[in-house]
């Protein structure tokens, strides 16, 4: 992976590259802690030596998500080695507004050839809405799917013309991580919940706005120390801020997905760790349509 290939892609998409790619374990345990040593006394850091740090981690941790997930104990160590050298090798977390600009050029097609469904129950977000088979899984309403890539609330923002205002929706449904994942508060991200929601109300008063909490992964911890705890206040903060307007729900769709030993049941993930398979939207789906028809039943 070249230093052009790193900048240009977010730590979501790096994970799909890295698990695209066929990465496998080739570091055993003592392997790749000894690796996390040398990389720690590495004396000089640049973006050559970043991109092959996150290169060869991400091809360790993405097949051993799995047995992270369930003896975390065993990982003790090198995950403390290695989250000191996520400090030393600062990623580039800059996101082009316009990187989705072919997908949204997609959808603009797609919408002028056909006829969609007038005030539509909107899906909207990053990834998690995009593998979502929405049209499937809620057949009794007009449903549609504008997820696109890895979006941050930013990039939703942006294209909000695009995939909102252009619907005129009765229901939003909102899904996006990436920019926690990625390494913002969670005061930030709650900040762009609410500018999003300030743009909505404007356009449409009466419309709802259903808010997703943000899932666990099995690579919370690889993404970052502090991912897994700022998911979690940013789904606090989420809820605080839903109870402030009638048109706004918060929906918890992490607490399914856990076990009865309070680890995250893997079988529901993707080979990646962090995309959902379809046995986790079998989860999801019957507790946001459960939300979707209390809204309806209301009106």
């Not at 919408?111 to 909107?122: A, F």
């Not at 941050?152 to 909000?160: K, T």
């Not at 899932?215 to 998911?231: A, S």
């Amino acid at each position: 992976m070249t230093n052009t290939t790193l900048k240009s892609l977010t730590i979501a998409t790096l994970v799909i590259f890295l698990a695209s790619a066929n990465a496998v374990a080739d570091d055993s345990l003592e392997q790749f802690l000894a690796f996390q040593e040398s990389a720690a006394t590495e004396v000089e850091v640049n973006a050559e030596s970043t991109a092959a740090f996150y290169q060869r981690s991400f091809q360790f941790w993405i097949p051993n998500a799995v047995d992270y997930n369930a003896n975390p104990e065993k990982y003790r160590e090198i995950i403390s080695i290695y989250h000191q050298n996520q400090a030393k090798y600062p990623r580039n977390r800059t996101i082009d507004l316009n990187r989705y600009a072919d997908t949204i050029e997609q959808y603009r097609r797609f919408d002028k050839r056909n006829t969609l469904p007038s005030e539509p129950v909107l899906f909207v977000g990053s990834s998690s809405i995009v593998f979502w088979e929405t049209s499937q899984s809620f057949p009794d309403y007009p449903v549609i799917n504008r997820g696109f890539g890895g979006a941050s609330l930013p990039e939703v923002i942006h294209y909000y013309d695009d995939v909102i205002k252009k619907h005129a929706p009765s229901v939003i449904v909102v899904y996006c991580d990436i920019d926690v994942e990625n390494g913002k508060s969670p005061e930030f991200s709650v900040n762009a919940f609410k500018q999003l929601v300030n743009r909505i109300d404007e356009d449409f008063p009466s419309s709802d706005v259903v808010f997703l909490s943000m899932k666990p992964t099995l690579i919370d911890d690889v993404l970052g120390k502090q991912v897994r705890n700022n998911k979690i206040i940013t789904n606090r903060l989420l809820a605080e801020y839903s109870e402030s307007k009638d048109n706004l729900h918060y929906v918890d769709i992490s607490e399914v997905m856990f076990a009865d030993d309070l680890r995250l049941k893997d079988e529901i993930f993707l080979r990646d760790g962090m995309h959902l398979n379809n046995q986790g939207y079998v989860l999801w789906d019957p507790i946001v349509k459960e939300k979707i028809d209390q809204i309806f039943n209301k009106r």
